[in-house]
């Protein structure tokens, strides 16, 4: 599916380069892949971290998994193909992000290690940054903030992670987010100190 369809075409660099912007933000541009279980917390840290870089007079934002899924990737489903093209489509766009200087959150299951890979394999190094919202299933499941569990127990979700799919953990994140036991506040400390010690806040 990621295969180009595309024919005549030609990459057109800007005027303004991303060190260029990257100095105007004072900052530099980076994808924060959070992945992990449903209910581990991901959506969650990413939109507490985002605010407290917001409040540090620094540009983030979110892409979560849902709202992704309500517009440029509504025509995907959730078998294994179409998660690897969801997050294709999304490495594509974190990508345009990183070269526009800005700090982008990733909150996606992204349940297979070789998508996750691929979506790195797009980027400069230093520009993906992998963090596992390591999360059991048992204590996600206890969370259920959606209700996705019970209904993948009852059958009435196919191809749930976790469940009834497989989830392929990190084996080299930049970060892992005990966010089973840790509270919000010690998580989003953790990624956003993670962040100012390796200058991603800085420029």
């Given at each position: 599916?990621?295969?180009?369809?595309?024919?005549n075409i030609?990459?057109?660099e800007?005027h303004v380069t991303?060190?260029?912007?990257?100095?105007i933000?004072?900052?530099?541009?980076?994808?924060?892949?959070?992945?992990?279980?449903s209910?581990?917390?991901?959506?969650?840290?990413?939109?507490?971290?985002?605010?407290v870089?917001?409040?540090k007079g620094?540009l983030?934002?979110?892409?979560?998994?849902d709202?992704v899924?309500?517009?440029l990737?509504k025509?995907?489903g959730?078998?294994p193909?179409?998660r690897?093209?969801n997050?294709?489509?999304i490495g594509?766009?974190?990508?345009?992000f990183?070269?526009?200087?800005?700090?982008?959150?990733?909150a996606?299951?992204?349940?297979y290690?070789?998508?996750r890979d691929?979506?790195?394999?797009?980027?400069?190094e230093?520009d993906?940054v992998?963090?596992?919202?390591d999360?059991?299933?048992?204590?996600?499941e206890?969370r259920?903030?959606?209700g996705l569990?019970k209904?993948?127990r009852?059958?009435?979700?196919?191809?749930f992670?976790g469940?009834?799919a497989?989830?392929?953990?990190?084996?080299?994140p930049?970060?892992?987010?005990d966010?089973?036991?840790q509270?919000?506040?010690?998580s989003?400390?953790?990624l956003?100190?993670y962040?100012?010690?390796?200058?991603y806040?800085?420029q």
């Open positions: 599916m990621s295969e180009s369809k595309s024919t030609t990459w057109h800007g991303r060190k260029e912007r990257e100095k933000l004072g900052q530099r541009g980076v994808t924060v892949w959070l992945t992990g279980l209910g581990s917390g991901k959506s969650t840290v990413a939109t507490a971290a985002e605010q870089v917001l409040g620094k983030a934002y979110v892409l979560d998994g709202n899924r309500h517009g990737n025509n995907l959730f078998s193909e179409d690897t093209e997050i294709r489509r594509e766009v974190a990508k345009l990183n070269d526009s200087g800005v700090v982008v959150f990733t996606f299951i992204s349940p290690r070789e998508d691929a979506v790195r394999a797009l980027m400069a230093g993906f992998e963090v596992w919202a999360a059991d299933v048992a204590t996600c206890e259920d903030p959606k569990y209904k993948a009852a059958g009435e979700i196919p191809e992670t469940i009834s497989p989830y392929e953990a990190p084996e080299r930049e970060l892992v987010l966010t089973g036991v509270s919000l506040q010690e989003v400390e953790q956003v100190g962040l100012e010690e390796k200058g806040l800085s």
